[in-house]
């Protein structure tokens, strides 16, 4: 892995598109939307937030990929003392912004399975790891605190306030909590595996809960989740992955300070890419490697898999396909011959051409 | 290690019983308070007379008001001027700073205290950046517990003192609670100060900001060199007990 760590504040794929003349048009345009939409609620919600509490957003929204369906994914987080006006708050802002429209468009709320449009607190999502408290809601949104969030109050306030405070606290516990970084483990090079583990509990839950929701819901909108679960959330777990592979054998990383300072140093390190975006990690991180064709090769496909998305009629027609006659489906077919690009590209990266991510991901990635 | 309290935490606006409660335990530095705009004149008055009990301390600082009321920001500098040529650090807060032009002619007598949660600015390094790119004299007054309360995880911390470890002229310490008040040290605010007393020289003074009765002030102190026992190995020579030399 290259001595260096990415900086969160750059967007990587701006840079390549000034390049090559709006190849990835989709992508900008949602990253521009997606901004827009951020600072946007915000306004319409600056009422709410305190030094104690934050209206995190989550999705397509917090990735940066805001299409014209895409859902207002948003949750109170409370790092602070306990207070039953946060119910009644939680429960305005979801009434707020049902009222709302974004270019012409009432906003799409958050899905019924009460992950989002609720209330969530640091201290569950901190002390819960693992166990019978730690639910599929809460370790979801842990995890997408480190892979796909943002503050609305950070907008404003600056990146201090309860989502960050939350967010350094989790990779934190993964830190002290990994037998990796205790005073006594070797010096060789080391990964947080406590991370990796939950990064990868998580893809799988994801999974999982996939067909959990084609069971629970007789097959609605299976096309659609099926189309995301294969290529934004595959992509949202590949950049949680690299996020962990950063620290695999990386010099700047070395372990020439006492183990607390080695702790903050790795945090410092982990932080950065909880800031970036999910296609900005995978962008630098495959540059970094020299993998620059296959880092175009992805951006391609999430061109063509965004612009799907952004189109609504294609979209509205991918959410109401019968899962009986899916496989007949002319759009459902191209859109899974995206996410098979997708899985060739992901393939020869971490499995079939001899580089560091092949070694990580093999020594790593399964066992 | 030099090491006191600011009169404010022992003896509130009594800064002579601040002072008074200093000289009579184990302490050799001190921060007198001016917090509140009303008390800076009459201290600054105070000053002078209290020459001969200040002088035993080793070290003394001085905490400008957080916030103007009736004078203006110039006036305010000026008074300050005094405490300038004395050599002691003048601790602000960066909300108290407008005109840098001002805060400038007291060089590197202006010591930038890092701020809690409440507010709008100076909480992390990234926030005090551009006070010390204004004022390149400004020296570091580290509060490490608004920098614990920002982030408990104490890496903000960490990021101050790596920022701005050559500026560090104090550090102020005690627990800050999550509703922004100074508490006595207890076991979790040393075990997370522990983390990063590396960082601090034994040549740096703590000034104490947790709300003491006089009894408590030795008790106090132990507690706050156990954040450095594990760094600070060479056992320094022990402050001086005033009341029993005197």
């Known amino acids: ?367 | 290690m030099k090491i006191g309290f600011s009169t404010g935490s022992v003896a509130l606006n009594d800064v002579r019983r601040g002072i008074d409660i200093a000289t009579h335990t184990k302490t050799n530095a001190i921060e007198l308070s001016a917090l509140r705009e009303q008390e800076l004149v009459p201290l600054l008055r105070l000053i002078d007379k209290l020459q001969n009990e200040l002088s035993i301390f080793e070290y003394i600082a001085f905490h400008a008001p957080s916030k103007r009321e009736k004078l203006s920001e110039e006036a305010i500098v000026s008074k300050l001027k005094k405490v300038a040529d004395l050599g002691w650090a003048i601790i602000v807060h960066p909300d108290a700073i407008e005109n840098f032009e001002l805060w400038k002619t007291l060089g590197r007598a202006v010591c930038i205290e890092n701020m809690d949660k409440r507010k709008a600015t100076g909480r992390t390094a990234a926030q005090l950046k551009p006070f010390f790119d204004q004022l390149p004299e400004a020296t570091f007054c580290f509060d490490i517990g608004h920098a614990r309360q920002i982030d408990p995880t104490m890496l903000e911390a960490e990021t101050m003192l790596r920022e701005f470890h050559g500026r560090l002229r104090q550090v102020h310490m005690s627990y800050v609670n999550s509703q922004s008040q100074h508490e006595r040290l207890n076991y979790e605010s040393i075990l997370a100060y522990q983390r990063v007393a590396h960082w601090i020289d034994n040549s740096i003074p703590i000034i104490l900001e947790t709300p003491v009765e006089q009894d408590e002030v030795v008790e106090e102190i132990s507690l706050a060199k156990k954040v450095f026992e594990l760094v600070h190995l060479d056992t320094e020579e022990e402050p001086q007990n005033h009341q029993i030399r005197n």
């Open chain 1, 1 to 367: 892995m290259p001595d260096n760590t990415i900086i969160p504040s750059k967007d990587y794929i701006d840079q390549l598109d000034k390049n090559s003349v709006g190849r990835w048009k989709n992508i900008i345009t949602a990253r521009r939307d997606a901004i827009e939409a951020q600072l946007f609620l915000f306004e319409k919600l600056r009422k709410f937030p305190s030094e104690d509490v934050d209206i995190v957003v989550f999705g397509s929204l917090a990735r940066q990929e805001w299409t014209t369906g895409s859902d207002v994914d948003w949750t109170l987080l409370i790092d602070g003392q306990a207070n039953i006006d946060h119910r009644s708050n939680a429960r305005e802002i979801g009434l707020t912004l049902d009222e709302l429209e974004f270019k012409g468009k009432r906003l799409n709320p958050p899905g019924g399975e009460g992950i989002f449009g609720n209330m969530a607190f640091s201290h569950e999502i901190v002390h819960h790891i693992g166990g019978q408290d730690d639910t599929n809601r809460n370790m979801t949104q842990r995890i997408l605190l480190l892979l796909e969030a943002t503050s609305l109050r950070g907008l404003e306030a600056g990146g201090d306030g309860p989502c960050e405070r939350t967010v350094r606290q989790i990779l934190y516990r993964y830190l002290k909590g990994d037998s990796n970084f205790h005073p006594q483990a070797n010096e060789e090079s080391r990964i947080p595996r406590f991370l990796l583990n939950d990064i990868v509990r998580f893809w799988r839950t994801m999974c999982v809960d996939f067909a959990y929701k084609d069971w629970e819901q007789a097959g609605r909108k299976w096309a659609l989740r099926n189309i995301k679960l294969r290529t934004s959330r595959k992509l949202l777990f590949v950049a949680g992955m690299l996020t962990v592979f950063s620290c695999f054998k990386n010099e700047s990383l070395n372990h020439d300070v006492a183990p607390e300072g080695y702790i903050l140093k790795l945090q410092e390190h982990l932080l950065n890419y909880v800031h970036s975006t999910p296609l900005n990690i995978i962008v630098w991180t495959l540059q970094n490697m020299g993998r620059d064709e296959d880092c175009l090769k992805i951006l391609d496909i999430y061109e063509k898999f965004l612009a799907t998305m952004n189109d609504e009629s294609l979209r509205q027609h991918l959410e109401e396909l019968n899962q009986e006659t899916v496989y007949q489906d002319e759009i459902f077919l191209a859109c899974r011959e995206i996410s098979h690009q997708l899985q060739i590209v992901l393939q020869n990266i971490c499995f079939k051409e001899e580089s560091p991510l092949r070694e990580f991901t093999c020594e790593y990635g399964v066992f």
